[in-house]
C-alpha cells in the first residue's frame, strides 16, 4: 500500500482524525501557556519577576505530573484503551479544565489564575494519555507507525508552532503589553478540545451513547427493556 492510500484511509477514519485534531488543540494551548504564562502574570496581573517565575514553575510541574500519573490508575480501573467510557471520560475531565480556562482572562486575582491553570494543565495531562492511546487503537496495527507520524506532524505544525505566534500576535494587535487578548485567545481555544472529542465519540461505534443512539432511531430495545 503506497503512503498516499495510507493517508486516505486514515483521513476518513473519523475518531482517529478527530482524537488527532483534539490532542493538536491541546498542545496548542499548552505551547501559548507555557511560553506566554510569565509575561501575563507581569504585565497583566501585575506580578513580580520572581513570584510569577517560581509560582508558574511550581504550577507547570505539578499538575502534569499529577494528572500523567492518575491518568494511567483510571484508564486501567475503566479497562483500557478498548473500553467504551474512556472517551465520556476525556470529554466529562476536559470539559472541566476548558471552564476554568474561561475564568483565565475575566480574572483579576493571580491567585485564582494560577488555580484555573492548575486545573487546566491537570486535566490535559490526564487527557493526552487516553486520547492518544485510544486515537492508535483505531487504526489497524500494520498502520499504526504511519499513524503515529501524521498525529505528530498535525502536532508539531499546528499545535506547538501557532500556540506562541497566537498569543504574541493578538498582544501586538491590541498594541498594549497589559493586554488580555492573548491569554483570552487561548483559553478560548481551548473550547475546540471539548468539541473534537465529542466528535470523535460520537463517530467511534465502540461507545456506548452511539449504541444507544443507534437503537433510538431504529426504535430498538435493549436487552433490560425487552426483558
Known amino acids: 500500500m503506497s503512503d498516499w492510500q495510507s493517508i486516505k484511509i486514515l483521513i476518513k477514519n473519523k475518531p482517529f482524525v478527530f482524537l488527532t485534531l483534539a490532542i493538536t488543540t491541546l498542545f496548542f494551548v499548552i505551547s501559548g501557556v507555557q511560553i506566554w504564562a510569565t509575561f501575563y502574570f507581569i504585565n497583566a496581573l501585575y506580578i513580580d519577576n520572581a513570584h510569577a517565575n517560581y509560582y508558574f514553575v511550581l504550577v507547570a510541574f505539578t499538575s502534569p505530573v499529577s494528572g500523567a500519573f492518575l491518568s494511567g490508575w483510571v484508564i486501567s480501573w475503566l479497562g483500557g484503551f478498548y473500553a467504551p467510557g474512556a472517551l465520556p471520560f476525556c470529554l466529562t475531565i ?134
Open 94 to 227: 476536559g470539559t472541566l479544565g476548558i471552564g476554568c480556562a474561561w475564568l483565565v482572562p475575566f480574572s483579576d486575582s493571580w491567585e485564582l489564575v494560577m488555580v484555573y491553570l492548575w486545573v487546566l494543565l491537570f486535566c490535559g495531562a490526564m487527557v493526552l494519555p487516553i486520547c492518544t492511546g485510544v486515537g492508535l487503537t483505531k487504526v489497524e496495527p500494520e498502520m499504526r507507525p504511519r499513524a503515529n507520524s501524521i498525529a505528530n506532524f498535525s502536532y508539531n505544525l499546528l499545535g506547538w508552532f501557532p500556540g506562541p505566534s497566537v498569543y504574541g500576535f493578538a498582544v501586538w494587535l491590541h498594541g498594549k503589553p497589559n493586554s488580555g487578548w492573548g491569554m483570552g485567545a487561548l483559553m478560548m481555544a481551548s473550547t475546540f478540545m471539548a468539541v473534537f472529542v465529542l466528535l470523535a465519540a460520537i463517530a467511534d461505534p465502540n461507545v456506548g451513547w452511539h449504541n444507544a443512539f443507534k437503537r433510538l432511531k431504529h426504535g430498538e430495545k435493549g436487552e433490560s427493556e425487552k426483558a
